[in-house]
């Protein structure tokens, strides 16, 4: 019964990796300019504009997308899905680099990072501010992460008298590590709340942390699906086209729920009147819309469910809307008044892509090195018991 | 079977019933004004655009002018103008205009012009204090002043986002950046005096007093007929200095009694406030409201800890037994981890 995770080996260092590398080594260049020369010197950020891409996608949608280990924790212990246990820790290996690289991008972003810790002092403690929220949750559960990956890490240094006491503890980190992403993943929202006009009315709504949370769970399930083909394909994984559909089953449900809150809260405050105003935020809406049904109508059906093409472009089309609905909330339909403008800058793009490169290499060590991956899956795991 | 989702389901309901029943109870009450709440009350229909208000702000807070270059070569002098068109972190207050056709007359909305002082509007109930997550931006208990403290601020730039009127800047351009906004010329208050720009005001279009008194200096302006000859104080309203000017006629609202729940900084002018560039905030904080759902969700952190209780009782319930066969087992299968299947 018992599942074997071994490191799939192979060679690290390939031509990919090396790519990796390179878009590392460019966006080190501009980290180091930003810290030398001042934000301005690489970000396109503005006094109208103070948040771009590094808080909306490295942060907001980063985080969101390394849900996985979170949406997967909240099945296997909370809804007693034990089957897909054996897929939790490739997750978590996402969701450990999604969290941690949203950390250091805050250092980057943040103007004054040599006083961050100002955040964990208590005499500067404001209760009132969604961010310190945000702030010591993200932290936290940073270090809840690695405490639940570390079994991993700890097998493969064959430490086994840490093992076995991180075991005993790791109920309560696992019950922590579901709370956590529960608290800020909706507060993510909730941090638009205080921006009021400058927020679209399509997306400004007091529901904002709701929406937020359903579409970070329904994100961390597409990514769970998405990162287990990539792993399929790209290193030569058997396809689990069984659990990963099974997991897809859950997507459309939770999709549903979210736009039908949306949608309905829209009718009920009258918001949804600025769907018929000139501009691109009608559209930006029913492209997000549309991505989501278009993930609905696919997975409702459970023979279509079954084909791995299926289950890759709906996961992808899940991923994309709930980033997009992101984006469209913190950055494109975000108007702090006449004459602010935002594009992200060269500079700034760069240490984004340097960042997800490092998220990739971080991955292939760790699967390649650590016993991360299933190593066969005895008796069929994921058939029906 | 599933005992531990139904105590679940149990506890998150506990939880989810705390978090939401008080609310409307819990929902934060509009914050009052300070007892000796200053400010400022701006008069457009005053302002003669000299900007000396600007120079003495920025000579009073050690700020740079901006220089545009080829428009002093082309006049031949350096330093007249100050060439920032907007406020941003080296301007904390500047004089603006609006024209309209042919700009003809003062303070008339169609072909004229009306000027107006940006500048923070020191909030009653200030969006940006609330949004600060290491109370970097303070309001001062007696003045109502907005202060800024640089040792406390990490630099996330929320206030910017949070800030209705767009008022906290940053040093986009510097390696140690900080904030920059209007902080009432903490030392001259202090000292007994008034604020640099109310100060340099030869007209009386920056005056500062106690915000109640400006209140109803602004309601008695109000009252005024165009055309008629009044006098206004000028500098300070309990000071003697006075000017007799004639009315040219207001648009009928002070700007800043009610405006995201009321500001410290009051403006009157003859052309509608939306003209002359000022955001569409409503009468209410949104601090109000974020406060409101969010102390609504974490009151006395008592759901998010039932729910943890709920969590871990339930992730303990469903490892527990495994963990005994685990720690049997260790040394045969290297990887008998706490989960298992229940099937």
Redesign the interface.
């Known amino acids: 019964m018992s599942e074997v995770y071994r490191p799939i080996g192979g060679k690290l260092l390939t031509r990919h990796f090396y790519f990796m590398g390179v878009l590392v080594l460019i966006g080190a260049f501009f980290m180091a300019r930003r810290f030398i020369f001042g934000i301005g010197d690489v970000a396109n950020l503005s006094d109208g504009f103070p948040w771009g891409i590094w808080i909306t996608y490295d942060v907001v949608t980063g985080t969101a997308i390394a849900c996985g280990g979170y949406a997967m924790a909240l099945l296997v212990y909370i809804f007693n899905r034990g089957q897909f246990h054996p897929m939790i820790r490739a997750a978590l290996l996402t969701s450990v680099f999604g969290y941690t690289l949203a950390g250091l991008s805050i250092v980057i972003d943040v103007g004054r990072y040599w006083q961050l810790y100002n955040v964990f002092l208590p005499q500067y403690a404001n209760l009132n501010s969604v961010m310190l929220e945000v702030a010591l949750c993200v932290t936290l559960y940073t270090l809840v992460l690695w405490i639940e990956l570390s079994p991993a890490i700890l097998e493969a240094m064959k430490d086994n008298r840490h093992l076995r006491q991180v075991r005993h503890a790791l109920f309560f980190f696992i019950g922590l590590g579901i709370l956590l992403p529960t608290m800020h993943q909706s507060s993510l929202g909730s941090l638009l709340l205080i921006a009021g006009y400058k927020v679209h009315p399509l997306w400004q709504t007091n529901i904002i942390p709701l929406l937020f949370l359903l579409t970070a769970i329904t994100m961390g399930y597409a990514m769970v699906v998405f990162e287990s083909l990539y792993a399929a394909v790209n290193l030569d994984r058997p396809i689990e086209t069984d659990l990963l559909s099974k997991i897809s089953a859950i997507i459309p449900w939770l999709l549903i729920l979210y736009l039908v809150l949306r949608i309905s809260d829209l009718v009920w405050t009258g918001a949804i009147a600025a769907l018929l105003k000139p501009g691109p935020e009608p559209l930006l809406f029913v492209l997000e819309t549309a991505l989501f049904l278009y993930a609905i109508v696919n997975l409702l059906h459970k023979e279509r469910r079954i084909r791995p093409r299926v289950l890759f472009w709906t996961a992808l089309a899940t991923i994309l809307g709930g980033s997009l609905y992101r984006f469209d909330a913190f950055l494109i339909a975000y108007n702090p008044g006449p004459g602010w403008q935002y594009f992200p800058g060269v500079g700034e793009i760069l240490i984004t892509l340097a960042i997800i490169a490092v998220e990739i290499m971080a991955y292939l060590f760790f699967v390649k090195k650590m016993p991360i991956l299933l190593a066969a899956r005895p008796a069929r795991l994921g058939a029906k018991a | 079977m ?1 005992i ?2 139904r105590a ?1 389901f149990k506890i998150a309901a506990a939880g989810a019933a705390t978090a939401l029943c008080p609310a409307p109870a819990a929902a934060r009450p509009p914050k009052e004004l300070p007892p000796e709440a200053v400010g400022i009350l701006y008069d457009a229909t005053l302002c003669i655009g000299c900007k000396a208000c600007e120079v003495a702000c920025k000579a009073e807070n050690d700020m740079p002018m901006a220089h545009d270059t080829p428009l002093e070569r082309a006049h031949g002098v350096a330093g007249t103008w100050d060439a920032d068109n ?4 080296r301007t904390m207050t500047k004089i603006k205009v609006y024209t309209s056709g042919t700009a003809a007359v003062k303070d008339r909305e169609e072909d004229g012009f009306s000027f107006i002082k940006r500048s923070c509007m020191h909030c009653v109930d200030p ?1 940006c ?8 931006l303070t309001k001062d208990p007696f003045t109502g002043v907005v202060r800024y403290n ?9 206030c ?3 800030c ?1 009127f ?1 008022i ?11 904030i920059v906004k209007c902080q009432l010329c903490p030392d001259r208050l202090a000292a007994g005096g008034i604020p640099a720009c109310c100060d340099a005001c030869p007209t009386g279009a920056s005056l500062f007093g106690r915000l109640p008194d400006l209140l109803t200096e602004a309601h008695r302006r109000l009252t005024f007929k165009p055309g008629e000859q009044q006098q206004y104080p000028v500098r300070r309203l309990d000071g003697d200095e006075q000017r007799k000017a004639e009315v040219t006629g207001y648009h009928p609202k002070v700007y800043g009694e009610t405006e995201s729940g009321g500001t410290q900084y009051l403006m009157m002018a003859g052309v509608p406030f939306d003209k002359l ?1 000022l ?4 009468d209410t904080s ?2 109000q ?3 409101t ?3 609504t ?2 009151q006395g952190m008592v759901a ?1 800890t039932l ?2 209780g709920g ?6 319930r ?3 037994a495994e ?1 005994e066969d ?2 049997e ?3 045969s ?11």
């Open positions: 599933n531990d989702r679940f907007d406020l941003n972190s969006n204090i609330s949004a600060c997550p290491v109370s970097a640089p040792d406390a601020c990490i630099g996330c730039r929320y910017q986002l949070a209705p767009n906290p800047k940053f040093e986009y351009d510097k390696a140690f950046p900080k560039g955001p569409p905030v409503g949104r601090a409201l974020s406060e759902i969010q102390h969700l974490y998010p729910l943890l969590l871990v009782f339930a992730v303990y469903r490892t527990h963990q685990a720690s087992g260790e040394e299968t290297p990887e008998a981890r706490e989960g298992r299947r229940d099937e």
